[in-house]
């Protein structure tokens, strides 16, 4: 797939947002109560349908995004959306033969740093004054201090969670004083970072896949 089918890579008018809220990697929407909410605009770098696995593994998970979009160049307006939700790709090892790479990809061992920063600048452009950021990070490759230290803005509170204690949680508020970051209508070329979900019928994307909680 070309860079300019990715909705966002060469978009010359940002638009405003479609909803309250946005989740930048839906992924499999796994951690939503409602996973057809209403006020949620769920975006993803690709569309996966149902039955993606061999051995009827995992049969009802799919990715069905309202819309492509790369999170490092969205197009969408300055302060757009009440509450965005940035829960990126980890994994920088291991062999796409495993079911939990080919279902979730892997960040470029080269880029991952810049990759996720980007797609977090993005994510703060987007998000309206008053409104806060959501980032979920797992550390079984990168530790989160590595990203909170490159990030331009701190986090208010966050916490680890899950069955290892590797899953962090931050929260993320944006004010009057926050650092304005990012252009409304960026156009950048795009670097593959990820590896496609197997049968998914597109190519590699300019984009990561997505993590375990997906």
Known sequence: MANSDIIGAGQDTARRAPKKILDACCGGRMFW??????????TDCRSVP????ANN??????????????FRNMPYQSNSF????????????????SVINKKYGLLNKQTWKQDVVDGFTECWRVLAVHGVLIFK?????????????????????????????????????????????????????????????????????PL???NDDK
Not at 50 to 53: M, N, R
Request: glycine share 6%; proline share 9%; net charge negative.
């Open 33 to 42: 109560w409602n996973k057809s909410n209403p006020d949620v605009w769920f």
């Open 50 to 53: 149902k039955g993606a696995f």
């Open 57 to 70: 593994w995992n049969p009802n998970w799919c990715v069905t995004p309202d819309e492509i979009v790369d």
């Open 82 to 97: 009440n509450m965005v939700v940035f829960d990126p790709p980890h994994l920088t090892s291991g062999s796409m033969k």
């Open 137 to 205: 990070w797992n550390e079984a490759n990168i530790k989160a201090k590595e990203l909170i230290r490159e990030f331009p803005v701190e986090p208010l509170f966050g916490d680890f969670t899950g069955k290892t204690g590797a899953t962090i949680w931050m929260t993320f508020f944006k004010t009057e004083e926050s650092p304005v970051l990012g252009e409304e209508s960026p156009a950048q070329n795009t670097v593959e970072i990820c590896h496609t979900a197997p049968n998914s019928g597109r190519d590699a994307m």
């Open 208 to 210: 990561t896949l997505w």
